[in-house]
């Protein structure tokens, strides 16, 4: 005599995965329709456009993931959670071949797809990202010998920049012309501080005795904030100024003012250099 | 022990410890040197007096370069902890003690910020000032107010070494005016890596408040 049949378990792998395609079906446009737009760096120059495309692209692919774990544990939750006071073992949890590997290989291959892409954005199209690439930058960009060379120089507490194509005068505000490839040379005259100039998408490590090379186009006018990503001292937290991308013309006219207000200084500065010692050490002991 | 006096001394002690840590923390950041405010001398005016010393003498840092600021009644404090009135014209005397250390970057030889854009040494008018013959400069960067201090000749006779400096000692005597606008609290600073015996001649001194660093007031 056969044991009188009940009704059929219900199929839970199969509900989940139903919700879980519903919803990412739902999520990931809105994600890169909707939220894509508005992340950060944001569009202020092609490097940080790039950057934005990618958070854009990462966070698409986390979403469905992310899915998956909320309603796989919201399921669990909802349908096995222990009704009454009894206490009872769950059925003992066996391995499962199909799980495993459809999850090691869905997982190595985001991995990988990552890497790949990744490395492509940042060779191919990005020119380095806008990170610091070093003194000696193996991403160039299309036009890098006409590009604006710009030196920012660290030092504690204070930023300042040289302008080499407009007879090196020195000056403690940041402005680039729109639409001009700009090569940022960012070095130190003592500890290691960081320029960040986040709405740009550069950043870039003020070593002292190097020099590191970003590039930047910048595709609007208006202003931007500098900081330094580096703990450096006492002041670090002070190390921060408004940069401002002008158009050509005014750009051209910004550079011969300051040019002229530091004329009785040039003397003094020195020829222009990619790195400046520390000096003076006598006192430094 | 019963468990509600083992939960009840467990609580006191976790609570114990936290307010130490608390205490810790408060007491290390409310460390700060008392306020000098500038001498007001008439509608929208106040003077500020200054002098940096090589050495300060005294414990705990008888080493240690440092600026000092003097009240209205001529009094001499340790404190770099200036307040000056809004919306007014600063006159600043800075008696300078100090040898001359150099810019590390020449850029801060020249005066900024300040009414001309000129200073007087010793009383004569100076636009740019040799960078290596600055001892310390005084600038708040937050205002754009930068002021190179000469200094003293290494072989001048009657060097101070002992805070507060008189002015029969060798000194050179820096003038300037700035405008100050809006309330506010901005950090000043010097930028000659003038800390003896401190890596790059930047840390001791230089990134301690009440020594080469300190906050202008703006009241």
Redesign the interface.
């Known amino acids: 005599m056969s044991a009188a049949a009940g009704p059929p378990a219900p199929r839970h792998g199969l509900r989940i995965v139903l919700i879980w395609a519903v919803l990412s079906a739902i999520a990931v446009p809105l994600v890169v329709l909707v939220l894509g737009p508005h992340l950060p760096p944001g569009s202020f120059s092609s490097e940080a456009a790039d950057q934005k495309t990618a958070n854009t692209v990462m966070t698409a692919l986390l979403t469905p993931i992310v899915l998956l774990i909320l309603v796989f544990f919201g399921y669990v939750v909802a349908t096995f959670r222990q009704r009454g006071s009894a206490i009872e073992d769950g059925p003992p949890i066996r391995g499962h071949g199909g799980v495993q590997t459809t999850w090691l290989l869905a997982t190595t291959g985001i991995v990988l797809a990552l890497a790949v892409w990744g490395s492509y954005t940042l060779v191919q199209t990005a020119h380095g990202a806008g990170g610091g690439q070093g003194p000696s930058p193996t991403d160039l960009p299309k036009g890098h010998r006409q590009a604006l060379p710009i030196q920012v120089?660290g030092?504690?507490?204070?930023w300042?920049f040289r302008y080499p194509s407009y007879g090196a005068f020195?000056t403690?505000q940041l402005a680039l012309p729109v639409d001009q490839l700009v090569a940022f040379h960012v070095t130190s005259?003592?500890?290691t501080h960081s320029f960040w100039a986040y709405r740009l998408g550069v950043k870039a490590d003020a070593v002292p005795g190097v020099d590191n090379i970003a590039f930047v186009t910048a595709k609007h006018t208006g202003s931007f904030t500098v900081r330094c990503a580096e703990l450096c001292?006492?002041?670090h937290g002070?190390m921060y100024r408004t940069g401002y991308v002008l158009s050509r013309g005014a750009f051209d006219a910004w550079a011969a003012q300051q040019r002229a207000a530091?004329s009785?200084?040039l003397h003094?500065?020195?020829p222009y250099r990619r790195t400046?010692y520390?000096?003076?050490?006598?006192?430094?002991? | 022990m019963k468990t509600g006096t083992r939960l009840l001394v467990v609580l006191l002690g976790v609570a114990a410890g936290a307010a130490l840590i608390a205490y810790y923390i408060v007491s290390y950041l409310m460390v700060t040197p008392h306020a000098v405010a500038a001498t007001v001398t008439g509608p929208r005016q106040a003077r500020l007096t200054l002098q940096t010393v090589a050495s300060f003498g005294h414990k705990p840092h008888q080493d240690w370069v440092s600026y000092l600021a003097r009240d209205s009644h001529g009094t001499w404090h340790h404190t770099t902890v200036l307040k000056v009135p809004a919306h007014a014209t600063v006159h600043v005397t800075i008696y300078q003690y100090d040898t001359a250390t150099g810019l590390r970057n020449p850029f801060w030889g020249r005066p900024e910020g300040i009414i001309g854009d000129t200073m007087t040494v010793d009383g004569k008018p100076l636009r740019e000032l040799d960078p290596d013959l600055a001892s310390h400069t005084f600038a708040i960067p937050d205002l754009g107010v930068t002021v190179p201090l000469k200094g003293v000749p290494d072989n001048a006779k009657n060097q101070c070494s002992v805070a507060p400096c008189t002015l029969a000692q060798a000194h050179t005597t820096v003038t300037f005016a700035f405008r100050t606008g809006k309330r506010g609290k901005f950090r000043w600073q010097c930028f000659v890596p003038c800390a003896a015996g401190f890596i790059l001649g930047f840390g001791g001194p230089m990134q301690t408040l009440g020594w080469m660093d300190g906050t202008l007031e703006v009241v």
Request: charged residues 25%; aromatic residues 10%.
């Open positions: 120089i030092q504690q507490w204070e300042t020195e403690r005259l003592d500890v001292g006492l002041w002070h530091d009785a200084n003094d500065l020195g400046y520390p000096e003076p050490l006598h006192r430094a002991g």
